[in-house]
């Protein structure tokens, strides 16, 4: 049973341009959570997905990100016009329907924008 | 507003000896709580657990400690090893379940 595959695990992205961010479940998942981590900082909540669905995006900054997760296929985290701000780490987790269960982490998508 | 706090950055322990990590929470919706372990340029891992109904719960070296009226818990690793050095999360989530809540992490360093 595959983890939590995120790809790429590194992104560089000119200032301007445009950053995909992917994220397939443990099989048998049906919930999805993005956290961003900045340097030196924790985890960050920016969007929690079922499939078709986002149950709550009260993470996501307002303008240039959005999450989707369709269903057919992983979970897109899109940054549109990235900014030099926008350089973090960004981890996918996931989780099966039950609620007091545990949710399991992708190695991340280190994203550099230049 | 940080739901979740790790008062702690950084902890350093001899080899064999207890570590002790804290973590606070404000929301007492919180009624399920968990420990991650994070080693650099890897995703966290999930450590340990524990459901608002328990105060204890062990595995292995691993202990949690829950305590409700002080919104507070604990993970004690005893003995510590050098392979614990790592940063720790604390996270929550309520009944309502929309998301886990993270801690800033505290960084073990098991000195041997």
């Known amino acids: 049973n595959a983890g939590v595959m995120q790809n790429p695990r590194h992104l560089v992205r000119r200032r301007g341009q445009e950053a995909r961010l992917r994220c397939s479940p443990m099989?048998?998942?049906?919930?999805v959570y993005w956290y961003r981590q900045l340097p030196e900082e924790g985890l960050k909540f920016m969007v929690y997905?079922?499939?078709?669905?986002?149950?709550?995006e009260s993470g996501m900054p307002k303008e240039r990100f959005s999450a989707e997760f369709p269903k057919e296929g992983p979970s897109i985290l899109r940054i549109q016009q990235v900014v030099r701000g926008d350089s973090a780490a960004y981890f996918c987790?996931?989780?099966?329907?039950?609620?007091?269960?545990?949710?399991?982490f992708g190695q991340g998508t280190r994203l550099t924008v230049v | 507003d940080q739901q979740v706090k790790q008062n702690s950055p950084s902890l350093s322990v001899q080899e064999g000896r207890i570590s002790i990590l804290n973590c606070d929470y404000t929301?007492?919706?919180?009624?399920?709580f968990l420990w991650y372990k994070k080693y650099p340029a890897e995703g966290p891992t999930f450590l340990i657990s524990?459901?608002?109904?328990?105060d204890k719960n062990e595995d292995g070296r691993f202990t949690v400690f829950l305590n409700k009226s002080a919104k507070h818990l604990s993970l004690h690793i005893v003995p510590s090893q050098p392979g614990d050095s790592a940063v720790y999360f604390c996270?929550?989530?309520?009944?309502?379940?929309?998301?886990?809540?993270f801690g800033t992490g505290t960084s073990l360093t098991v000195i041997p």
């Open positions: 099989k048998g998942h049906s919930h």
């Open positions: 524990i459901s608002s109904i328990k």
């Open positions: 929301n007492s919706m919180f009624d399920y």
């Open positions: 987790a996931s989780s099966p329907l039950n609620m007091n269960t545990e949710a399991f």
């Open positions: 997905l079922q499939k078709e669905n986002i149950i709550d």
């Open positions: 996270a929550a989530r309520s009944n309502t379940g929309n998301q886990f809540y």
